[in-house]
């Protein structure tokens, strides 16, 4: 199958600073992501779609102004969490759309706040 | 959307089959039922997906309901590599694109 890789894999920061999460599509062109955030023994929960060379499209209750989505290339997209704070806490994931009916999903990034 | 219910958690032993049961009552005609699994630490991985036939890959099979209104996911032969949250999820017609929303799923271990 297909390979999406995510970096970093874990990254701790500081309460009030930005973060920066690459998703990408290694040996296929993805013209969509989906980026998902996963709290502890809970399930994902869908944050954006990601269309290469469009603006994202947020689900309902997910803040655009904090959660930057760049999808510049149609191997790359990236996730900025903005004015981290411990509450943002938690395991993101990124997937790529395959040519038909499947996603590929990146290995996760664990981000820590403190 | 349409929803999923699975059971939250099932118990198997090693090299026996594992039958995960989905039910999806309110699925529309051009929903595909798609499976993901996913190991603890790690990004989902995609399973089988089916929309009204049986089918079978190197992983698993899928059975599906005449009704279409549940679905099994069968593991032949569970190792303690398949101990992971298993989880069903009903896709529109519009293939990789159409977003997946993910429910609670079905945590599976496996017994030596």
């Known amino acids: 199958g297909a390979v999406v890789s995510q970096h970093p894999s874990r990254v701790i920061c500081k309460s009030g600073t930005s973060v920066k999460i690459e998703c990408r599509s290694l040996?296929?062109?993805?013209?969509?992501m989906f980026w998902y955030r996963q709290f502890p023994k809970q399930s994902l929960m869908l944050m954006a779609t990601?269309?290469?060379?469009?603006?994202?499209?947020?689900e309902q209750g997910v803040e655009k102004d904090k959660f930057l989505i760049n999808h510049a290339s149609l191997t790359l997209s990236t996730l900025t969490v903005t004015s981290a704070h411990p509450e943002d806490s938690s395991f993101y994931i990124c997937?790529?759309?395959?040519?038909?009916?499947?996603?590929?999903f990146g290995p996760g990034t664990r981000l820590t706040v403190t | 959307d349409a929803k999923t219910t699975q059971p939250n958690s099932m118990e198997s032993n090693e090299e026996e089959p594992v039958h995960l049961p989905c039910n999806h009552s309110?699925?529309?005609?051009?929903?595909?039922i798609h499976w993901y699994r996913q190991l603890p630490s790690q990004g989902p991985e995609y399973v089988i997906h089916?929309?009204?036939s049986n089918v079978n890959n190197r992983m698993a099979s899928l059975a599906i309901a005449e009704d279409r209104k549940s679905s099994t996911l069968i593991l032949h032969r569970a190792t303690l590599r398949d101990a992971a949250v298993y989880y069903c999820i009903l896709r529109g017609y519009g293939g990789a694109t159409n977003k997946l929303i993910f429910g609670t799923g079905t945590l599976l271990a496996v017994q030596p």
């Open positions: 089916g929309l009204t």
């Open positions: 990601s269309n290469e060379g469009s603006k994202a499209t947020y």
């Open positions: 309110t699925i529309s005609g051009t929903d595909y």
């Open positions: 997937s790529a759309a395959g040519l038909l009916y499947e996603q590929y």
């Open positions: 040996d296929f062109q993805a013209t969509t």
